[in-house]
Every structure is written in structure tokens, then in C-alpha cells.
């Protein structure tokens, strides 16, 4: 089970852009597949990107088209470019494992804040 710090996240105009990223303190090499969640005040964490070993990648439909989810797994990172950031992308954003595709899960970070307000 590996630790997960997330930063990058901050204060954005809608129509702006962020990078996120995630360290990973153990190898990500062998996790089939990497998420990005996020969670708004009030509401239920959701799954906003997964992506697996072979590239393969998913997107909330919400996010489809503006974010972008990455890794590295020699640096055992995984980023989240997200574009075009509306108010509603406002959330605290946490990696993880894809828990739809994967048993093995990592612990919780702390996640960095992401807030889109003009």
C-alpha cells in the first residue's frame, strides 16, 4: 500500500487551467490502474479519471474533454491537467487506485484544493 500527496490544486478563473499532481511514495509500476477523485462540499467523492498501465483511460462524463489524466510510473506520479475549469470542477482532488479495477488501494492523502471562482 503506498502513500499519495497530492498538489497543484489552487485558486483559478472558470476558463483557466490547472495541473495536479500525485506522488506516489511507493512504486505505482505494478497498480493496474490510477484514479483522481474529488469531493465538493456536500456532496459524495466521485471518480473523475482513472487510467491503467496500458494507457487506457476513463473520465467522468462531467470532465470529458477537458481533463486529461497521465502517470509516470519511474517517477510514480500521476498527474490531472484539467482545462476550460468550471465552477462546478470546485473540489477537494484525491489520487488513488481505480477501486472499479483494482483491489489494492493506497492510503487517503490529504488532496489538494481546487476552487474555480471569478
Known amino acids: 500500500q503506498v502513500q499519495l500527496v497530492e498538489s497543484g490544486g489552487g485558486l483559478v478563473q472558470p476558463g483557466g487551467s490547472l495541473r495536479l499532481s500525485c506522488a506516489a511514495s511507493g512504486s505505482i509500476a505494478s497498480i493496474y490502474a490510477m484514479a483522481w477523485y474529488r469531493q465538493a462540499p456536500g456532496k459524495q467523492r466521485e471518480l473523475v479519471a482513472t487510467i491503467t498501465n496500458g494507457g487506457s483511460t476513463n473520465y467522468a462524463v462531467s470532465v470529458k474533454g477537458r481533463f486529461t489524466i497521465s502517470r509516470d510510473n519511474a517517477k510514480n506520479q500521476v498527474y490531472l491537467q484539467m482545462n476550460n475549469l468550471k465552477s462546478e470542477d470546485t473540489a477537494v482532488y484525491y489520487c488513488?487506485?481505480?477501486?472499479?479495477?483494482?483491489?489494492?488501494?493506497?492510503?487517503w492523502g490529504q488532496g489538494t484544493q481546487v476552487t474555480v471562482s471569478s
Open positions: 488513488n487506485t481505480d477501486f472499479t479495477k483494482t483491489i489494492v488501494r493506497g492510503s
